[in-house]
């Protein structure tokens, strides 16, 4: 006899996130967004990667997978195109998205997909006890390379529809960030990129660091988020002069990946019935054609 599920199947677990860790704020504020802006749990699907970052996919009540290491983008790609009446948001850190998924991200600014990436960066790895990651600074754990700017590395795909950073210590702000990035895939724009500056308290502390090196772009009248040549330039300014850009940094537009692929008369993937009388005979189909 197969036990039921238990009422625990359902409710989601405690943060086991570090007293200060720049995620709580992170998981507050999709929270509010997500209730603002009148997602259900049922039409909300989170996938994440591994690292503390990544457990937050335990912590809400919606539709959830843990990918492997640096994989939830693609994991996250293939449930849009399998359902694309959910919202369908990805999460995780700097390691899992800036090192081991590098191609993945790289990849996903030009196909365009409409799902939100929200990138708890720590400049760190977190979980495994404080390593050097692909932001990091020189000189951190003896680290000679220079730190990743995931804005910069946006910037230069012409397929880029939204870019955006936030800070954990200014929730407001980041707070219309999520907004943004959630009516941008709701209504099928592409791929919204959150990097949200989320400091580690027990391996790396930059939070007093970051707080100081934050310039915020929606406060300069001058900036102007649509043009991309204008926004590079800008933004390697400020680096040279020790800023953290934060803020809505780009938007643009460019067909959404399941705008050109999806046939919209078909049955999407996930609202297929399995064992449909169509579906055995399209199996049947394949089988003898390939296996004779
Ligand atoms: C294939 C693979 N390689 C390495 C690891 C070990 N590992 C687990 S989490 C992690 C990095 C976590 O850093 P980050 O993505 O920045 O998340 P954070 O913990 O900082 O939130 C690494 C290297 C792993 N789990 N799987
Ligand atoms: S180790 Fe760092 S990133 Fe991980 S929960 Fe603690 S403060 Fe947060
Ligand atoms: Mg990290």
């Excluded at 997978?65 to 694309?84: C, W």
């Excluded at 990805?90 to 990138?119: E, M, Q």
């Excluded at 990743?148 to 707070?175: E, H, I, K, V, Y």
Aim: one cysteine or more; aromatic letters at 8%; proline letters at 5%.
């Amino acid at each position: 006899m197969t036990t039921p599920p238990s009422t625990k199947t359902f409710t989601p677990a405690r943060p086991i996130w570090c007293a200060g860790c720049g995620d709580f704020a992170v998981q507050g504020v999709l929270e509010k967004s997500l209730s603002k802006m009148g997602i259900p749990p049922h039409k909300l699907m989170l996938l994440a990667g591994i690292g503390c970052s990544g457990t937050i996919q335990n912590n809400l009540k919606c539709y959830g997978y843990h990918a492997l290491h640096g994989r939830v983008l693609p994991a996250t790609i293939g449930a849009k195109l399998a359902n694309p009446d959910l919202t369908v948001i990805a999460a995780g850190g700097d390691g899992d998205g800036f090192a081991i998924g590098a191609g993945h991200l790289v990849h996903t600014f030009k196909s365009n997909p409409s799902i939100i990436y929200i990138v708890m960066n720590n400049s760190n790895y977190g979980l495994t006890k404080g390593q050097a990651s692909p932001t990091s600074p020189i000189g951190y754990h003896d680290n000679a390379e220079m730190g990743l700017d995931s804005m910069l590395l946006g910037l230069s795909f012409l397929s880029t529809t939204f870019l955006a950073r936030g800070f954990s210590g200014n929730p407001d702000q980041l707070g219309q960030l999520m907004e943004a990035a959630i009516e941008h895939t709701e209504s099928g724009k592409g791929f919204a990129f959150l990097e949200v500056l989320s400091p580690c308290v027990t391996y790396y502390d930059t939070h007093r660091e970051w707080r100081a090196r934050v310039y915020n772009v929606d406060e300069d009248k001058n900036y102007d988020p649509t043009n991309r040549a204008s926004s590079f330039q800008k933004l390697i300014e400020l680096k040279d002069e020790g800023h953290i850009p934060i803020g809505r940094i780009f938007k643009a537009e460019h067909a959404s990946l399941e705008s050109i692929i999806i046939n919209k008369e078909e049955t999407f993937p996930a609202q297929q019935e399995i064992g449909h009388d169509d579906h055995r005979k399209h199996y049947d189909q394949f089988m003898k054609a390939h296996l004779g």
